[in-house]
């Protein structure tokens, strides 16, 4: 009797942990092939579609080149590239579907929970090909596109998940998108772990766009990209982009490498960026940019390196649209080193970041605010940055009795230069109501008209421990204030 | 006063021929590729799309392999397939329009104006697409019976004015041509290449009005399925390859 009860408590027990076990699928069960010139479109979906109403489980890719226009991911299932397969984008425009009415992707999800792609395959865009064949279609007349900076504004990513709950990207290479790689947009518990996105096969290709999510885990990923590299964005004004964690990852652009923005609706809020490496990138290292209406709050920046890059720091507020007022308080920013080259940083990219804003000297950082709507609460610690110096008047200028040349700027599409000249190398400070500067290490490496660090109406500071070397720079302040009040040195 | 009328009227008739002749567009204007392994259905039907937003017209294949699943044809577009060229089934199951309704390479519901023409073959490859099936039931992922998923090559459901002319239907794993409820169709010179099999060419259920004429059946079997549902039927020098002309009695 014991023992009957015994076995029925097994039978039981099995019976629950069975069906719950994630069930394994090789792609060849559903006539998926291989062989690099069968479009599979149909058949990853069938295969897809099954796996979802069989309780889920993985769809298994073995090595082989597998060759798909779109297809919809479902709950409870994963995509598994094994070592050696490659899911091939088609580079037929019209292979690919739309969700939203808005984004193309190449695997899309929307309202989809607990999917994932793993192992260690690759995801190959065709993206050059594909984004010219777009232009073709154009040219054609049968795509309405303006062809606006020579190119289709909307090619396909090769990941948009949005509103998908608990979603998992691991392990796998994401390469030669037509457009950004992969946006996930008002997902919740997101894992991005271990990935590498070679994102240069085409310009205006961001590495991985977080947008609007709730809970996300970015960590030990290298993001190769011909635009943002590591990006939250926040498209919608009714979501902000929350709890979100960027860990070891190393990342490469010809734009910036960490952003948060350009489109900043609803904002940012509990972001922690830590641990983190730029090298040969073309912008910013890290640039945290309110410029939409969105609220910018608490953001902690910590043990970043910045390797031969164009600007290791920006914070802006700007007002782009009127009446839509951002605000940004209490970001920190600790145990940065920075080293930036006097030469362009992604010389070489196939798609290089548009030289602009000249004529200048190499910029400063920045924290940028504005007249009436002040960055809050600023604090940078433990940082050195090495600059080239060298900054000649002859070439452009904007000397300490002229401050009030630097423009406004609310409406600008913000990037480190766009105010072209800065009247600092260090550190550039306007419209900013308490900021603390703590043990930082400011380096010229050659004599520069300018001062290190100019504050412009900036209010509530401490500067303490601040170390500033430039050859033969004289007797010349190394911080200077300019309508600024209640500043400790 | 009367050169103004006749400018005027010069002007109205260039207008008429203008307006009633049917634009051409070329297959490789959408990207369509004849190399006979780029899966063309969404080009395809992005191309039909296109010609009947734009008011119609005639999509034309030249030389060359096309490949492609289930397409819809849509009102005022006629497909001309030249001679040299040929519209070629791919297997996967999945490729095609599925179980529901017409299941065709090129089907059409609900359209009017539309046709079929040149003289290119539309290509079934039945053993491969039937091969596709049969593996996709063994193994469970689909539920039914092989037929149930064979496609045929032409399916018209309420469709008025429908044109099928000259084209070569080879290797089906349906019946060739279907027309359900559909008005005024006429098919002319068309050849259905069946061989052994024992399939019907052509299934007509509900017309009214079809009109065959100077087609050519190869095929053992009577080509013509038709279940007294339909009006005005009519059927002019169509012969088996056994010289037996079709008609509507049995």
């Given amino acids: 009797m014991n023992s009957l009860k015994k076995l029925i408590m097994m039978c039981l027990f099995i019976g629950i942990v069975v069906p719950t076990e994630a069930k394994d699928y090789q792609m060849t069960m559903f006539g998926i092939k291989s062989d690099g010139v069968t479009m599979n479109t149909r058949s990853i979906q069938k295969a897809i579609d099954f796996i979802h109403e069989n309780g889920g489980g993985r769809l298994v890719f073995t090595v082989g080149r597998y060759l798909t226009g779109s297809i919809h991911l479902k709950s409870n299932v994963t995509i598994h590239l094994g070592e050696g397969a490659v899911l091939v984008g088609s580079t037929n425009p019209y292979d690919y579907d739309m969700e939203l009415n808005a984004w193309y992707g190449l695997i899309l999800a929307n309202k989809q929970e607990n999917i994932a792609i793993t192992g260690k395959g690759v995801i190959d865009g065709c993206g050059r090909e594909l984004a010219n064949n777009f232009i073709n279609q154009v040219y054609a007349g049968v795509i309405k596109d303006k062809l606006q900076l020579g190119r289709v504004a909307n090619r396909p990513k090769l990941i948009y998940f949005r509103e998908c709950k608990n979603v998992e990207v691991k392990g796998v290479t994401l390469m030669n998108p037509a457009f950004w790689t992969q946006t996930y947009d008002q997902c919740e518990h997101l894992l991005i772990d271990g990935i590498t996105v070679h994102s240069r096969a085409y310009w205006n290709n961001d590495g991985m766009d977080i947008v609007d999510c709730n809970g996300a885990l970015i960590q030990n990923c290298y993001v190769d990209a011909t635009d943002d590299a590591i990006c939250l964005k926040s498209h919608s004004a009714d979501a902000i982009c929350q709890n979100v964690e960027v860990r070891n990852n190393i990342a490469c652009s010809s734009a910036s490498g960490i952003k948060f923005g350009t489109a900043s609706n609803g904002g940012f809020k509990d972001i922690k960026i830590i641990n983190n490496t730029v090298f040969d990138t073309f912008r910013s290292a890290i640039t945290i940019q309110a410029v939409d209406g969105g609220l910018v709050e608490n953001i902690v920046v910590d043990s970043l390196r910045s390797i031969n890059t164009g600007n290791p720091i920006y914070l802006v507020v700007g007002e782009r649209r009127e009446g839509h007022r951002s605000r940004m308080d209490n970001v920190r920013i600790s145990n940065l080193y920075a080293e930036v080259p006097a030469t362009k940083p992604d010389a070489g990219y196939v798609y290089e970041g548009p030289t602009e804003d000249n004529p200048r000297n190499i910029s400063p950082s920045g924290i940028i605010g504005l007249a009436d709507n002040k960055i809050t609460n600023v604090t940078i610690e433990n940082v050195e940055i090495v600059y080239p110096g060298g900054g000649n008047p002859f070439y452009a200028k904007v000397g300490l009795n002229e401050l009030n040349k630097v423009p406004e700027m609310p409406k600008a599409y913000p990037e480190f230069s766009q105010h072209k000249e800065l009247p600092a190398w260090g550190f550039y400070i306007r419209h900013v109501d308490g900021v603390t500067f703590k043990n930082v290490k400011l380096k010229a490496l050659k004599k520069d008209y300018r001062p290190a660090i100019v504050l412009d109406d900036v209010h509530n500071g401490i500067f303490s421990k601040i170390k500033v070397s430039e050859p033969d720079a004289g007797k010349k302040d190394k911080i200077y204030l300019y309508k600024s009040t209640g500043i400790k040195k | ?250």
């Fill in chain 2, 1 to 250: 006063m009367n050169t103004n009328k006749l400018l005027v009227s010069v002007v109205g008739l260039l207008f008429m021929v203008a307006t009633l002749s049917a634009k051409d567009y070329q297959v490789s204007m959408f990207g369509i590729k004849s190399d006979g392994v780029t899966l063309n259905t969404r080009s395809i039907q992005r191309a039909v799309d296109y010609i009947s937003e734009q008011g119609g017209g005639r999509l034309i294949f030249y030389v060359g392999r096309y490949l492609t699943g289930s397409i819809e044809l849509k009102s005022n577009v006629t497909i001309r397939i030249e001679e040299g060229a040929a519209l070629v089934a791919v297997p996967s199951v999945y490729d095609y329009k599925g179980v529901e309704g017409c299941n065709a390479i090129i089907y059409a519901k609900g359209q009017q104006h539309i046709g079929i023409g040149g003289k290119g073959i539309i290509e079934g490859r039945a053993d491969a697409v039937r091969a596709s099936v049969e593996d996709q039931l063994k193994k469970g992922h689909i539920q039914g019976t092989t037929s149930d998923y064979l496609p045929a090559l032409i399916c018209m459901e309420d469709c008025e004015n429908v044109k099928i002319e000259q084209v070569t239907l080879q290797n089906a794993g349906n019946t060739a041509e279907v027309y359900k409820n559909c008005r005024h169709v006429t098919v002319d010179k068309v050849v259905v290449n069946a061989g052994a099999c024992d399939q019907k060419a052509v299934s007509v259920s509900g017309c009214d009005g079809l009109e065959m004429t100077d087609c050519y059946f190869n095929q053992l079997v009577e080509p013509l399925q038709s279940d007294g549902t339909s009006r005005n039927l009519s059927f002019t020098n169509c012969l088996t390859s056994e010289g037996k002309n079709i008609t509507i009695e049995k």
